[in-house]
């Protein structure tokens, strides 16, 4: 067993999420025996609805092209055409009131362009992850949260909200985020009306694993009592 299925089942056992977690490992480099992705996608985060399912596979700028916002967060140079249709996504979003000019500087980018992308469910990663990104309820999200406080992995910034994609060099820039997700993500992706996204770094993933298990018993413990306090003390 790898210790990234190790690392999946923990995260599973803790968890009980309903897709699996999707690693993104960042290369200098296109990886040797792993296979490019064919195709095309409307979205970088629909790469990651395809990891969840099972697929191992790595992309490179070009494949990012569909998609403006992420090929701005991810700090990918888009051709002369592509900048047309990005300056048009962007006023499409700027008129319907989606986001305003003066937030656009304020989304977290990738320092430096990524030859090459691996997505991979967790267990199945072949490199080293940069970034693991779990979609999970409200519950699996708050335990997660808690156990990268723990763990020193950030944990403490409010939840990201728009683009959703922004989560991934956050997390590399300050730790563990929470993203509430945005209406493209949920629609490319089929993200659940009850699901959220938190994105650990990989360099974290072990810490997080072992301080959840403090967490997870923490909180069952803390049930109890909040349950027996409950059934105490409400009167009306």
């Known amino acids: ?8 089942i923990r995260f ?5 999420p309903a897709r699996r977690p999707v690693s993104v490992t960042f290369l200098d480099a296109a990886p040797a ?3 490019r992705l064919g195709g095309l996608q409307p979205s970088g985060c629909s790469f990651w609805r395809l990891a969840a399912a099972g697929q191992v596979f790595y992309t490179v700028p070009a ?11 991810h700090n990918i140079p888009l ?3 592509r900048e047309k249709e990005t300056e048009q996504t962007l006023q499409l979003m700027f008129g319907v009131g989606y986001i305003r000019p003066e937030d656009v500087p304020g989304i977290p980018r990738l320092r430096k362009t990524p030859a090459a992308t691996v997505y991979a469910p967790l267990g199945a990663a072949p490199l080293a992850p940069s970034v693991v990104l779990f979609a999970c309820r409200p519950s699996a999200a708050m335990l997660l949260n808690e156990a990268a406080m723990r763990a020193g992995s950030g ?6 909200g728009r683009p959703t994609c ?4 956050a997390a590399l820039e300050k730790g563990t985020v929470s993203s509430l997700g945005c209406i493209g993500n949920r629609v490319y992706t089929g993200l659940g009306e009850d699901e959220l996204y938190v994105a650990v770094p990989g360099a974290d993933l072990e810490k997080v694993a072992t301080a959840l298990t403090t967490i997870v018993s923490a909180n069952l413990a803390l049930e109890e009592y909040a349950r027996g306090r409950r059934a105490q003390l409400a009167t009306a």
């Open 12 to 16: 599973a056992e803790a968890l009980h």
């Open 166 to 169: 922004m989560a991934l060099p």
């Open 155 to 160: 944990g403490a910034l409010p939840p990201l």
């Open 33 to 35: 025996g792993i296979e």
């Open 1 to 8: 067993m790898t210790p990234w299925q190790s690392l999946e």
């Open 79 to 81: 051709s002369p055409q």
């Open 63 to 73: 494949d990012h092209f569909n998609c403006a916002v992420g090929a701005y967060t």
